[in-house]
């Protein structure tokens, strides 16, 4: 049973283009969740989704940021127009349950602004 | 807002010696978790504590779910190389039972 897969591991993007990191939850698991680590920090919530739902984004930037969960599909965390300050590791996360204390994280894609 | 401490920052240990680290709140917490990141990795959860009062071992590791339920602690017994990475303390905020809150983590290094 493969682990959360995500994709790509590194992404290095000029500023103002768009990064599109992805994330494959485990097998039977309908909810997913988007956190971001800033260097030397702990991870912060940025999302919760279900399928097809946007169930929390309060932790998420209003402007640039935006995500899905399609029905078929993996998640995406898309950043448009990025900015220095948007390099960070981005982790997502897939649970069975409608909570994140059991949920499963995934390797992460290291985003890193020029 | 909630928030968690963790102490200390960082640590050199001598291989075969016991670490102890610390996580503290202002708040009350339901649930403490602990969890491992190594380089270039995701956290790995090491122990989910749900109870006040409740300790809870995972091999050489336990950890102690705090009375007040607004601290917990990691121990870890006979360190080996491979324990060095990062030791987060988490937990879910008091709204919410999925948006889980990180300490900014204690980095554990052994020397050999």
């Known amino acids: 049973n493969a682990g959360v897969m995500q994709n790509p591991r590194h992404l290095v993007r000029r500023r103002g283009q768009e990064a599109r990191l992805r994330c494959s939850p485990m097998?039977?698991?309908?909810?997913v969740y988007w956190y971001r680590q800033l260097p030397e920090e702990g991870l912060k919530f940025m999302v919760y989704?279900?399928?097809?739902?946007?169930?929390?984004e309060s932790g998420m930037p209003k402007e640039r940021f935006s995500a899905e969960f399609p029905k078929e599909g993996p998640s995406i965390l898309r950043i448009q127009q990025v900015v220095r300050g948007d390099s960070a590791a981005y982790f997502c996360a897939s649970s069975i349950y409608a909570q994140g204390v059991e949920a499963f994280f995934g390797q992460g894609t290291r985003l890193t602004v020029v | 807002g909630q928030q968690l401490n963790q102490s200390p920052q960082s640590m050199f240990i001598q291989e075969g010696e016991d670490v102890s680290m610390n996580c503290t709140s202002s708040?009350?917490?339901?649930?403490w978790l602990w969890y491992k990141q190594d380089p270039g990795e995701g956290p790995v959860l090491l122990i989910a504590l749900y109870k006040a009062g409740e300790l809870t071992s995972n091999g050489r590791l336990t950890a102690q779910f705090g009375i007040t339920r607004k601290d917990s602690f990691l121990n870890i017994s006979a360190s080996i190389p491979s324990d060095v990475g990062i030791y987060f303390c988490a937990g879910p905020l008091m709204d919410s039972s999925y948006k889980l809150i990180f300490g900014s983590g204690t980095r554990l290094l052994v020397r050999p």
């Open positions: 708040s009350i917490f339901n649930t």
């Open positions: 097998k039977g698991h309908s909810h």
């Open positions: 989704l279900q399928k097809e739902n946007i169930i929390d």
